[in-house]
């Protein structure tokens, strides 16, 4: 389906610019299908998932039906929950930013109905309710019904999966028979083929398609990083894949603002954007990243709602994000224009659950990627290095570079490879590596200057951390106060020993036996 722009719809003008303030320029598969079905005042039943734009779908043209000038009830949604109700009052208000005159009022249980009571009273065009409260404020006549033209149920689904139908088919036979019965959901079961059947004239079927919901051009992949690693292992993606423009996402402000300082300590050109900062300044960041000032953007979900760049090559999710759509929009801002996208995601200890609920959600599978080493790290800066050597070769004029390599040469004892060894080492900015780390790789140690090892015995086992001590310190020698942190779970354990002693600890640790259990030991994190 081609894209389509908002201003393209004939839609009111005052909508189009709230809409753009938003950051949202195409209108998305359900947008663009539904709201010319809607505004011909069909009843009409979307078929589409959350996080497809569809309060938009059926907001833009609720909106546009509202009288301002009346003060009466004229609309009605129903959710299913008091945290999607208030989710849809919120993004209908920022639709409605600039239409004067219209109020949009959320009712739902857990919150005190006398205040609901006065709200209603002062008059309301719009109101997003869960049913039992919707039902109850009938039933009080606090809610009239008679000048209601529109009914939405929204989530229709998940309704009736919480046993809402009695309280929905009560309500809308509450409603004038004259009136646009509008009806979205992700699965058609039978019960909401009742509802159609018995409430809706002729509804049109909308339909987004899976084709539609799913990003292929973007590859995904997972790492399990503890917290305070997570820094670290972002440096050294970025370092290996050097994405020309990527978007970080974090889960609050003030993660936002620390990981932006530490990156920008680390030497990379990183700016933050989130709900705090002023228009201005936001504006100013989003110009610096457009115009490649900026490479790495780090950004809250809701700052980085219409961030559209083509060139963006990673988007890395550094807190798994709290809501499943929030996952399938924030993978969006890589891959776009046919161009091919990369996106990783930091997973620490039970996020493994929720990361399990994404794939589900998303119908896509993101894969496990083994944390790269310093030693990774620094194999590809010199081969990025060398791939560019060999284009300046090709295209350059070097003849001053090689009079002045041929002059230290003819005056020093070195050779020229020694020279273009010391001008990659020097160019990849790299510290030497200890032989450790070369050896082990990253075993995700703690504590600086350690190698974590993994021991397959555990509680169930009846060791304990002493036995594991006594085991190490007793077979390889080494004093039982230079061991680090013991982490024992049930059927395994993580020990950590000082570099210079693990190939020690590790030939010494071969046969040996702990509780009357032949025990393995080897690096954490191998593979």
Request: a neutral charge; glycine letters at 8%.
């Amino acid at each position: 389906m081609e894209e389509v722009r908002f201003e393209e719809m004939g839609l009111l003008p005052e909508i189009v610019k709230a809409v753009k303030s938003m950051g949202f320029e195409e209108a998305s598969p359900i947008q663009a299908k539904a709201i010319p079905v809607m505004r011909t005042g069909k009843d009409m039943i979307g078929q589409a998932q959350t996080g497809t734009g569809k309060t938009a779908a059926f907001g833009i043209p609720l909106l546009e039906k509202i009288d301002p000038k009346e003060r009466k009830l004229q609309a009605i949604v129903l959710c299913p929950t008091r945290e999607l109700a208030i989710q849809v009052a919120e993004e209908i208000r920022s639709l409605a930013k600039y239409m004067h005159g219209i109020k949009v009022l959320p009712i739902y249980g857990g919150q005190e109905i006398v205040t609901q009571i006065r709200s209603l009273k002062s008059g309301a065009q719009l109101v997003i309710g869960t049913p039992g409260r919707v039902m109850d404020h009938m039933r009080r006549k606090t809610i009239k019904m008679e000048d209601v033209h529109t009914v939405v149920l929204d989530e229709a689904d998940e309704m009736l999966n919480m046993g809402f139908r009695e309280d929905i088919e009560t309500i809308l036979e509450g409603v004038p028979e004259e009136r646009q019965t509008v009806l979205f959901s992700a699965t058609m079961p039978r019960a909401i083929l009742d509802i159609t059947k018995k409430f809706q004239k002729k509804a049109e079927l909308i339909k987004v398609t899976k084709k539609e919901l799913t990003v292929p051009n973007i590859e995904q992949f997972y790492y399990e990083v503890r917290p305070k690693n997570k820094e670290e292992v972002l440096s050294r993606l970025l370092d290996i894949y050097t994405p020309k423009l990527s978007v970080i996402f974090c889960n609050t402000k003030k993660q936002v603002d620390i990981l932006v300082n530490g990156l920008l300590g680390r030497g990379y050109f990183a700016a933050g954007l989130h709900g705090d900062m002023k228009q201005v300044q936001r504006d100013r960041v989003m110009q610096g990243f457009r115009s490649g000032k900026t490479d790495i953007l780090v950004a809250t979900d809701v700052a980085a709602r219409g961030i559209d760049v083509e060139e963006v090559e990673a988007v890395f999710n550094y807190d798994l994000p709290q809501d499943d759509e929030y996952y399938v929009h924030r993978i969006g801002r890589t891959g776009r224009a046919g161009r091919e996208g990369r996106a990783f995601s930091f997973v620490s200890g039970k996020e493994a659950y929720k990361l399990k609920e994404i794939q589900r959600y998303c119908k896509t599978k993101i894969y496990a990627q083994k944390v790269p080493s310093l030693n990774d790290v620094a194999s590809t800066k010199m081969e990025n290095i060398l791939d560019e050597i060999d284009h300046l070769i090709e295209t350059e004029d070097l003849t001053k570079y090689l009079l002045a390599i041929e002059n230290k040469v003819n005056v020093s004892d070195y050779t020229v490879m020694d020279m273009a060894a010391a001008f990659l080492k020097f160019t990849s900015g790299q510290n030497e590596i200890s032989p450790e780390e070369m050896e082990f790789g990253d075993t995700g140690a703690e504590e600086a200057g350690m190698i974590r090892l993994f021991i397959n015995i555990g509680r169930k086992n009846k060791a304990k951390p002493g036995d594991i001590v006594g085991a190490i310190a007793g077979e390889s020698g080494i004093p039982g106060k230079v061991i680090g942190s013991i982490d024992m779970y049930d059927k395994y354990t993580f020990v950590e020993v000082p570099k210079e002693y693990a190939r020690e600890v590790l030939n010494a640790m071969a046969h040996t036996k702990i509780k009357g259990k032949s025990i393995a030991v080897e690096p954490a994190n191998q593979k």
